[in-house]
């Protein structure tokens, strides 16, 4: 099975950036695509980015043009997937998980928060 560890959240200023960090180990050859979710309080956990195992990338609007997703080659038993997040807005404050597809349990997700 595939276990996940999110990191790389904080606090930030309105307009500024932040780079999130997956690491995915365990059984990472069952994996066919990573991607970045968020989770508002009050609200459901939605997809904001995806990338594939062939590269190819989708985003949601709210954060198209702002996010990026990439990945490093897996090393050993680690595949890393990021999400660096520009130009942010009080509306991306959010705790952020990755999962994969087939999904597995969730990690413990990392917070971002936007200020004003």
């Known amino acids: 099975q595939v276990q996940l560890e999110e990191s790389g959240g904080g606090l930030v200023q309105a307009g500024g950036s932040l780079r999130l960090s997956c690491a995915a180990s365990?059984?990472?050859?069952?994996?066919?695509?990573m991607g970045w979710y968020r989770q508002a309080p009050g609200k459901q956990r939605v997809l904001v980015a995806l990338i594939t195992s062939g590269g190819s990338t989708n985003y949601a609007d709210s954060v198209k043009g702002r996010f990026t997703i990439s990945r490093d080659n897996a090393k050993n038993t680690v595949y890393t997937v990021y999400l660096q997040m520009d130009s942010l807005k009080p509306d991306d404050t959010a705790a952020y998980y990755c999962?994969?597809?087939?999904?597995?349990?969730w990690g413990q997700g990392t917070q971002v928060t936007v200020s004003s």
């Open positions: 365990g059984s990472i050859f069952s994996i066919n695509a």
């Open positions: 999962n994969s597809i087939p999904g597995v349990p």
